[in-house]
T-cell receptor, first 112, second 115 residues
Framework: GEDVEQSLFLSVREGDSSVINCTYTDSSSTYLYWYKQEPGAGLQLLTYIFSNMDMKQDQRLTVLLNKKDKHLSLRIADTQTGDSAIYFC????????????FGKGTMLLVSP | GAVVSQHPSRVICKSGTSVKIECRSLDFQATTMFWYRQFPKQSLMLMATSNEGSKATYEQGVEKDKFLINHASLTLSTLTVTSAHPEDSSFYICSSPGTASYGYTFGSGTRLTVV
């Protein structure tokens, strides 16, 4: 079955880079997403990558995809205290009407 | 962009009562709405998929008589937790594919506490 794994916790200092890793098992995954969840709030889509891409950069966010190893990472440059949140990796086999499979989330704690 | 408005954001109810959670698509027609549940320190778990004008599809292990889902219009989907028990306390989030060719739009979530 489908499975998405993430490390549970990451602590960094303000100004450093953060790298959150994710592995997935479903080779038919077409879309891979990173969501951010602040305490008590819903999920916010940060970025996504198609399975035929290796890398995508969007301002401070860089997503790397190693399809062979089924490994996805999210790098946040110049991490700020406002980046403290839980980050979910998710995958789906198409863009619209299939459900997402989520990892358990990585809690990022940014200290001043 | 597509916005899903979810209400209430927080509710405390007594055991045995029912609670209705609403998700409204504000600027698009949501033909499909996914309902998720999140336990503390765990990931989101899909409960059911609702489609406008038809019966919802429930995931294995989710009691359809317990979690009533109604999707009577293209802009409104509701989840009613019937005869709530403390173990129903959780964070419930709805999500719709929206109008983008990628990604999903999530509601802000409802934290339900049953006492």
């Amino acid at each position: 079955g489908e499975d998405v794994e993430q490390s549970l916790f990451l602590s960094v200092r303000e100004g450093d880079s953060s790298v959150i890793n994710c592995t997935y098992t479903d080779s038919s995954s077409t879309y891979l997403y990173w969501y951010k969840q602040e305490p008590g709030a819903g999920l916010q889509l940060l970025t996504y990558i198609f399975s035929n891409m290796d890398m995508k950069q969007d301002q401070r966010l860089t997503v790397l995809l190693n399809k062979k190893d089924k490994h996805l990472s999210l790098r946040i440059a110049d991490t700020q205290t406002g980046d403290s949140a839980i980050y979910f990796c998710a995958e789906s086999i198409n863009s619209g009407y299939s459900t997402l499979t989520f990892g358990k989330g990585t809690m990022l704690l940014v200290s001043p | 962009g597509a916005v899903v408005s979810q209400h209430p954001s927080r509710v405390i109810c007594k055991s045995g009562t029912s609670v209705k959670i609403e998700c409204r698509s504000l600027d698009f027609q949501a033909t499909t709405m996914f309902w998720y549940r999140q336990f503390p320190k765990q990931s989101l778990m899909l409960m059911a998929t609702s489609n406008e004008g038809s019966k919802a599809t429930y995931e294995q292990g989710v009691e359809k008589d317990k979690f009533l889902i109604n999707h009577a219009s293209l802009t409104l989907s509701t989840l009613t937790v019937t005869s709530a028990h403390p173990e129903d306390s959780s964070f419930y989030i709805c999500s719709s594919p929206g109008t983008a060719s990628y990604g999903y739009t999530f509601g802000s979530g409802t934290r339900l506490t049953v006492v």
